[in-house]
């Protein structure tokens, strides 16, 4: 077992989605041919994107077609996978009822020194910041996000650390995805009284990297098994 680090200072912000940052980083990769496990894959869309050469495999709990493998991430993967060198497990986390057996399963299939490529949505971004201040609830975490969206585990930076951690998995780089707020723009001219919630905002984020950004992206590799 790992101790996590007391640190977890983002490094940047950037404009892409997780689905643009995640393919990117693939993109990115030397090796050849690279296994790609994509868990919570949804319809897949992220396949589209990848312009690299790879083996993917996409898993989801509830499949939307006939190429998605069905995985319980509470239950050991399907027989016959086989470990990868990349598992992409982007939006998932917070839906997890069971985070610490649902991440030993899920790096179980990770070769030793692969990728894990995460993302959450951001608790700490400006506008969750703003809203719980102002209303006394958080966007995402909500009431009404737990009822729909099933959003049952809040995934604050330090706790996913020691979440990765006891589970073999180190974080090399933490960042915010999605931008940060702008506060000119054509949206203005149709409510100019935002102007005011835009400049907390972006105060907000320029005092406090972990501020901006509506989502975090994590990229982690396996260290131990």
């Not at 809040?154 to 506060?183: C, F, M, Q, S, Y």
Request: aromatic share 8%; charged share 20%.
């Amino acid at each position: 077992m790992h101790a996590p680090s007391n640190k977890m200072n983002t490094v940047q912000n950037l404009s892409l989605n997780r689905y643009q940052w995640a393919s990117s980083l693939i993109n990115s990769m030397n090796e050849p041919v690279v296994k790609v496990f994509d868990v919570g894959a949804r319809d897949g869309v992220i396949f589209n994107l990848i312009q690299k050469n790879i083996e993917y495999t996409a898993f989801d709990l509830a499949p939307k077609n006939d190429q998605i493998i069905p995985w319980d991430l509470t239950f050991q993967a399907p027989e016959g996978i086989g470990k990868c060198d990349v598992i992409l497990l982007l939006d998932v986390l917070e839906h997890l009822n069971n985070p610490w057996i649902c991440i030993k399963n899920l790096v179980n299939t990770l070769k030793l020194g692969g990728k894990l490529i995460l993302t959450t949505p951001n608790p700490f971004h400006s506008e969750a910041r703003f809203t719980l201040f102002a209303k006394g609830w958080m966007p995402c975490f909500s009431e009404s996000d737990l009822i729909l969206n099933h959003h049952v585990f809040t995934p604050r930076p330090h706790v996913i650390n020691k979440l990765l951690a006891d589970n073999g998995i180190k974080i090399e780089e933490i960042l915010t995805l999605d931008g940060k707020t702008v506060i000119f723009d054509k949206k203005l001219l149709e409510n100019p009284f935002r102007i005011f919630k835009r400049i907390i905002k972006w105060t907000m984020e320029n005092r406090n990297k972990m501020a901006g950004g509506m989502s975090l992206g994590i990229i982690a590799r396996k260290i131990n098994d």
